[in-house]
């Protein structure tokens, strides 16, 4: 029999999205709801969207509060969101704050989440301002309410993020050749499982690393919400600790239509994020018994170094 990790299921996940504007915050719920209103006037999608986000704000699951950036518990975590030059300054001279905290079974997702974020990107709309998503640890890419939105749900729409810093001694002198990086996941807990990271990783195997990521999470996410919808009231669930990486589960990923076949084998472990206040991770290894430098050289063979990600890897945050 395989060996088996044991997730902890919350009863709840809390997660946030900041609007980062220049005008006053002193919106009311009966204000938000109006705008939610007139954005649900541009298409089915949109109105289905702005229900939901209705129905939240009039419960105690989504918490909106505004406050002067100087005034702000938000500003030191805004310092570490990644983005744009250009929309990093924004976040940091902003000065209002809109904070929209979320409070969500896990088996409520990813309606929840995506009526939550819809209502953000309202917010920001009627203030002219950024949303940072702190559970993913960047802004938000531009589009306006609904294009910025739909009922479908596809990971790949900011919904998690991909960090890449250096997995070497911090004073070492390593040739370029030998560097090792880390990856760290960022979104996934907001959805009841885990972020992932693979450690070690040959610094010319960034982008197949990330899209092994990208792979996984899918699979794994959908599994989960599978199994909750299975057993209903369950906190704890376990999973192999060998993971498949199917070939076909990066397409979905990005919400395309699967092509291809072949996948690989992966080993997975707890592991400790970066961040000190983080929840623990899974890290992802290659199968016990394989050499890391081997297995990592046939990555490329099965997971494809696809030009689109070399857009969205970001740097470790500060």
Same mark, same amino acid.
């Given at each position: ?5 044991? *997730?902890?299921? !919350? ?20 204000? +938000?709801?109006?705008?939610?209103? %007139? ?58 704050? /809109? ?107 960034? +982008?197949?690393? +990330?899209? *092994? /990521? ?24 376990? +999973? ?23 996948? *690989?084998?992966?080993? *997975? ?24 430098? %081997? ?8 997971? !494809? ?14």
């Amino acid at each position: 029999m395989s060996d088996q990790l044991t *997730l902890e299921i !919350p009863e709840s996940v809390t997660s946030h999205f900041v609007v980062a504007t220049g005008l006053s915050t002193s919106l009311s719920p009966g204000d +938000i709801r109006d705008l939610l209103g %007139d954005a649900a006037r541009r298409g089915a999608e949109a109105a289905s969207l702005a229900r939901t986000a209705c129905e939240l704000l009039d419960s105690p699951l989504v918490l909106v509060a505004g406050k002067r950036a100087g005034d702000s518990d938000w500003t030191a975590r805004l310092d570490g969101v990644a983005g744009a030059e250009e929309e990093v300054r924004r976040l940091r001279w902003a000065e209002h704050h /809109l904070v929209l905290t979320s409070v969500a079974p896990p088996a409520a997702q990813p309606r929840h989440a995506q009526a939550v974020r819809f209502m953000a990107r309202v917010l920001a709309e009627h203030t002219g301002g950024l949303v940072a998503d702190l559970a993913a640890g960047q802004t938000l890419s531009a589009g306006e309410v609904p294009a910025g939105e739909t009922e479908r749900f596809v990971l790949a729409d900011d919904w998690t993020a991909a960090f890449v810093g250096s997995d070497d001694e911090p004073e070492a002198r390593v040739p370029e050749q030998e560097v090792r990086i880390r990856i760290d996941t960022t979104g996934l807990a907001r959805f009841g499982v885990p972020d992932l990271v693979a450690r070690h990783v040959p610094g010319d195997r960034m +982008i197949t690393s +990330i899209n *092994l /990521l990208r792979a996984l999470a899918y699979r794994l996410l959908a599994g989960h919400w599978d199994w909750l919808a299975d057993h209903p009231g369950h906190r704890a669930r376990t +999973i192999d600790v060998e993971q498949h990486v199917d070939i076909r589960d990066l397409w979905r990923f990005w919400g395309a239509r699967p092509v291809g076949d072949g996948g *690989l084998w992966v080993r *997975l472990a707890w592991g400790r994020p970066e961040c000190p206040d983080c929840p623990d991770v899974l890290e992802v290894a290659p199968p016990e018994g394989r050499d890391p430098g %081997d297995w990592w050289d046939g990555v490329p063979e099965v997971i !494809p170094s696809l030009a689109r990600v070399l857009e969205d890897p970001k740097p470790r945050r500060s």
